[in-house]
């Protein structure tokens, strides 16, 4: 069974500070997408990243970075120098790659959130 | 439209009513899926859809849900007899498989449901 567990239920830091946000996964899938959006006061869904199994190199996108550990079944979230903006629910999520006709639909499975407070 | 649109926005109805939800999907993505974010449930998978091939329900929580996609485009969700736990947001995503490895869905901004 595919399951996301996000920890951290809520987080409060004061703008500036960096803040790390935690995603363990569990799959038997060997192919398989790790994500993460985030949930703004607005109530959208963002996409920010997505990740495929076989690539653990880290990423950097401006303030915010992922560390993928594949040994630890971990895909954390790192804001560095958070800004009141980045205030939101983020969500990690997983998938299994899609493939037309069979039981891999690629619906993702996602983590309850962790509700992030960014104060001035 | 460029994304997913739904409607309406918002819904308020009474327990045991009956409700339709509607999703429009990105023009051209054959996959279209629906999610629904509740306070207790978090966020999850209801059904998929993908081109004409027999839709994934086992998302479904009991068989007063059941939707449909008619012309590969245009899905309804409807809920029969709603009760109060039927209150949430209904999310719709579509993504085009094929045309990469990954399958990035997009979402619509919801319906929300409140069932009175």
């Known amino acids: 069974a595919q399951k996301v567990t996000q920890a951290q239920t809520e987080i409060s830091v004061v703008e500036k500070e960096d803040v790390t946000l935690d995603c363990v996964y569990e799959?038997?899938?060997?192919?398989?997408?790790l994500f993460w959006y985030k949930q703004p006061p607005s109530g959208e869904l963002v996409f920010l990243i997505r990740r495929n199994s076989f690539d653990e190199q880290n990423e950097i996108s401006g303030r915010y970075s992922w560390n993928f550990q594949k040994s630890t079944s971990s895909f954390n979230f790192t804001i560095t120098a958070s800004q009141v903006v980045d205030s939101a629910v983020y969500f990690c999520?997983?998938?299994?790659?899609?493939?037309?006709?069979?039981?891999?639909?690629?619906?993702?499975?996602f983590g309850q959130g962790t509700t992030l407070q960014v104060k001035p | 439209g460029a994304g997913v649109s739904q409607s309406p926005s918002n819904k308020v109805t009474e327990k045991g009513k009956d409700v339709e939800l509607r999703c429009d999907p990105i023009s051209g993505h054959t996959a279209l899926y629906w999610y629904r974010q509740s306070l207790g449930q978090g966020l999850e998978f209801l059904i998929y859809f993908q081109g004409n091939s027999a839709p994934d329900k086992s998302g479904l929580p009991s068989d007063r849900f059941s939707a449909e996609r008619t012309g590969g485009s245009v899905s309804t969700l409807t809920i029969q007899r709603t009760q109060q736990e039927d209150s949430a947001v209904y999310l719709c995503?579509?993504?085009?498989?094929?045309?990469?490895?990954?399958?990035?869905?997009?979402f619509g901004p919801g319906t929300r449901l409140t069932v009175l």
């Open positions: 995503a579509s993504s085009s498989p094929g045309k990469g490895f990954y399958n990035e869905q997009f």
């Open positions: 799959t038997r899938d060997t192919t398989y997408y």
């Open positions: 999520a997983l998938s299994n790659l899609l493939v037309i006709g069979s039981s891999n639909t690629g619906k993702l499975i």
